[in-house]
Nanobody, 127 residues
Framework: QVQLVESGGGSVQAGGSLRLSCAAS????????MGWFRQAPGKEREFVAA????????NYADSVKGRFTISRDSAKNTVYLQMNSLKPEDTAVYYC????????????????????WGQGTQVTVSS
């Protein structure tokens, strides 16, 4: 059974940092792009960041560019999201996702491109 388990969420003050982890089990995703999405209360789920299977290519939402960094450790079948300079508007449930395809492209910013999803981890940023 495929599972994606996020961890590392919590409550921080504005300007602080958090590092989210997403551990995959049940199969390896080392040849698949992975992504992070988030959903704030009353809002639709939105794209945050994605990384190609090799880690060479990354894509970020404009709202997080320069503050968030996505990375992966294939040996651990784990994807990370380093979040710095956090803002109250970053408050949301953050979800990890594994793609449907091994290719890389603009689709990586769309949740339709992902097949497996984690349960999410809450991030709360106070002002």
């Amino acid at each position: 059974q495929v599972q994606l388990v996020e961890s590392g969420g919590g409550s921080v003050q504005a300007g602080g940092s958090l590092r989210l982890s997403c551990a995959a089990s049940g199969r390896t995703f080392n040849t698949y792009p992975m992504g992070w999405f988030r959903q704030a209360p009353g809002k639709e789920r939105e794209f945050v960041a994605a990384i190609s299977w090799s880690g060479v290519y990354t894509n970020y939402a404009d709202s997080v560019k320069g503050r968030f960094t996505i990375s992966r450790d294939s040996a651990k079948n784990t994807v990370y999201l380093q979040m710095n300079s956090l803002k109250p508007e970053d408050t949301a449930v953050y979800y990890c996702a594994a793609s449907r395809s091994t290719s890389w492209g603009a689709w990586a910013a769309s949740d339709a491109g992902y097949r497996y999803w984690g349960q999410g981890t809450q991030v709360t940023v106070s002002s």
